[in-house]
T-cell receptor, first 109, second 116 residues
Framework: KQEVTQIPAALSVPEGENLVLNCSFT??????LQWFRQDPGKGLTSLLL?????REQTSGRLNASLDKSSGRSTLYIAASQPGDSATYLC????????FGTGTSLTVIP | DTGVSQDPRHKITKRGQNVTFRCDPI?????LYWYRQTLGQGPEFLTY????????KSRLLSDRFSAERPKGSFSTLEIQRTEQGDSAMYLC??????????????FGPGTRLTVL
């Protein structure tokens, strides 16, 4: 069974700092990997999708990388803002879909 | 298009009762997924449909759970004889599938179930 781990579980940074969130998975046979954010009590909002053949995707201040062979992905957030405070989840798509437990990010004004 | 919608948003029921949730996906999406999420955890995959066909079911989906997507549009998730352990947020998502790959999953707001 696919295991997805996200480190750290929680992160607190001052506004303006650049940061990296990590996601690792045990089975490299995936079709794609997706990063989401979730605000408290809400559904998930898709941030970036990386197909298995791709190495990275960028959207605004966000950049996600994928190293399928080592089972790792990172989400880089540049110039963090208080509005970025949320839980960030990665999900891998193999035969089923597996989510990590998330990283809770707090950006302090 | 208004995105993925779910109904109801909240449901409180007594143990042993049956409940049914509805999900309306984005109209052109051919895939529909159900997940369950408990506090502090990531969503756990339950099942997904491509059009009206149910293609995968998690072992989490016991025989008390059944999902349908009769016309390849909206879907229902029914839980029979609810137990307190069923209390969770039930999330629905949809995407457009091209072959083996899938496009971005778009999530609904979820249905929060509380079993007393």
């Amino acid at each position: 069974k696919q295991e997805v781990t996200q480190i750290p579980a929680a992160l607190s940074v001052p506004e303006g700092e650049n940061l990296v969130l990590n996601c690792s998975f045990t089975d490299s046979a995936i079709y794609n990997l997706q990063w989401f954010r979730q605000d408290p009590g809400k559904g998930l909002t898709s941030l970036l999708l990386i197909q298995s053949s791709q190495r990275e995707q960028t959207s605004g201040r966000l950049n996600a990388s994928l190293d399928k062979s080592s089972g790792r992905s990172t989400l880089y957030i540049a110039a963090s803002q208080p509005g970025d405070s949320a839980t960030y989840l990665c999900a891998v798509n193999g035969n089923q879909f597996y989510f990590g437990t998330g990283t809770s990010l707090t950006v302090i004004p | 298009d208004t995105g993925v919608s779910q109904d109801p948003r909240h449901k409180i029921t007594k143990r042993g009762q049956n409940v049914t949730f509805r999900c309306d996906p984005i109209s052109e999406h051919n895939r529909l997924y159900w997940y369950r999420q408990t506090l502090g955890q990531g969503p756990e995959f339950l099942t997904y449909f491509q059009n009206e066909a149910q293609l995968e079911k998690s072992r989490l989906l016991s025989d008390r759970f059944s999902a349908e997507r009769p016309k390849g549009s909206f879907s229902t998730l029914e839980i029979q004889r609810t137990e307190q352990g069923d209390s969770a947020m039930y999330l629905c998502a949809s995407s457009f599938n091209r072959g083996l790959s899938t496009d971005t999953q778009y999530f609904g707001p979820g249905t929060r179930l509380t079993v007393l």
